[in-house]
């Protein structure tokens, strides 16, 4: 068995695989040092107890996370492929675009087993709680997410419904200009709400554009932002109107750390 480990700014990924199979996964977000959130999440998921035999490690804080400790072979793989390689693994794709949505976003073109970065926007997850922070007070990801589920992105979101009936090429629940009708009397939960829905269609949007530019049709969502409710309507969408089709996959929170896993069978350097 094979531990994946994406020790990354905000949370630690784990997930184990053994020939191929995924055995187990665990989000862990990130509440001290990264080696004590590693620390954490392999006693609260039970994973140190399965019969691992090798780690592979991924991720910004990759290098300080204390994998070491484990006292196993070990080896370090590209996050980008890691990304790109779990993307085209879980959707069965062997070309997409791949779009890890962190703290921030990376788009990764997966075209039989070559990983190609196409770059990035420091638009997420982090932009998303920063913003919440600032302008609503909300301190943890579960609170501006709540909030935000209780708020209507109408009352702040130009869209285009609100100019003209729509058409068959634009659904007029779709955005002419985010947070443009916030108002005073615009409630917390509102603006949460279209915070959120700013993320979620700027990563759309610069997917679609993505996929155009190198003649891709698949989208392949990554990342914790994926598991909210108000991503899958979003990305329904997205589909509905846009050439793409935006899938988020099994284990999307996880992913990085099963694309770690999976490189790993091919890296020869252990330590």
Known sequence: MILGIDAGTSAVKLAVLDEGRVCATHYQPNHDTTAHTLQQALEQ????ALPITHVSV????????????????????????????AGAFLSGKSEALVVNMGTG?????????????????GIGGGTL???????????T????FQLANQGDMGHVD???????VGSETLDPTLTSSNLAKASPDSTHADWAAGLLNLVLECTG??????????????????????????????????TRFYTPNYQI???????????????????????
Not at 58 to 84: F, H, K, M, Q
Not at 208 to 235: D, I, W, Y
Not at 253 to 265: E, Q, R, V
């Open 45 to 48: 998921s039970k994973i140190n």
């Open 158 to 164: 130009l869209r285009i419904g609100d100019l003209f």
């Open 105 to 121: 976003t990376t788009f990764v073109l997966a075209q039989n087993g070559t990983y190609t970065h196409l770059g990035g926007t």
């Open 249 to 271: 996959v099994p284990n999307a929170d996880c992913a990085t750390a099963i694309g770690t896993a999976l490189l790993a069978k091919e890296n020869q350097t252990w330590i």
């Open 141 to 144: 990801p579960d609170e501006l």
């Open 129 to 139: 709680m920063g913003l919440g922070r600032g302008l609503l007070g909300v301190h």
């Open 58 to 85: 991924t991720g910004l804080n990759g290098s300080r996370c204390g994998a070491e400790c484990l006292g196993l072979p070990r080896c370090t793989v590209s996050e980008l492929d890691a990304i790109g390689c």
């Open 205 to 238: 949007t610069m997917a679609m554009l993505a996929c155009g530019a190198h003649q891709v049709s698949e989208v392949v969502l990554l990342g914790a932002l994926t598991q909210l409710p108000q991503a899958k309507e979003r990305f329904q969408v997205f």
